[in-house]
Nanobody, 115 residues
Framework: QVHVVESGGGLVQPGGSLRLSCAAS????????MGWYRQAPGKERELVAI???????NYADSVKGRFTISRDNAKNTVYLQMNSLKPEDTAVYYC?????????WGQGTQVSVSS
């Protein structure tokens, strides 16, 4: 079993920044993609950003140029640096870690952008 724990959410004003972290632990053998998803009230969960083991990244159009995903393979950790935050970024952010085609999810961390 792989355990995934997010941290770093909170309340921030529009234009502000937050950095999310996600650490995987447990029976780790060979983690593949790591990514961030978010779910706003009344909406479906959507992909925010994903990063491969080799560092290749992909972003949702709505966050390109504002968010940066990175990972530390030695620590089995993935980060999401969020800049120029907007009220529409408000959501619960979930970390997703894939190992041998199995997806593991964290419990989510709330990000609220409001003045």
């Amino acid at each position: 079993q792989v355990h995934v724990v997010e941290s770093g959410g909170g309340l921030v004003q529009p234009g502000g920044s937050l950095r999310l972290s996600c650490a995987a632990s447990g029976r780790i053998d060979s983690i593949n993609d790591m990514g961030w998803y978010r779910q706003a009230p009344g909406k479906e969960r959507e992909l925010v950003a994903i990063i491969t083991t080799g560092g290749r990244t992909n972003y949702a159009d709505s966050v390109k140029g504002r968010f940066t995903i990175s990972r530390d393979n030695a620590k089995n950790t993935v980060y999401l640096q969020m800049n120029s935050l907007k009220p529409e970024d408000t959501a619960v952010y979930y970390c997703n870690v894939r190992q041998w085609s199995v997806a593991y999810w964290g419990q989510g961390t709330q990000v609220s952008v409001s003045s």
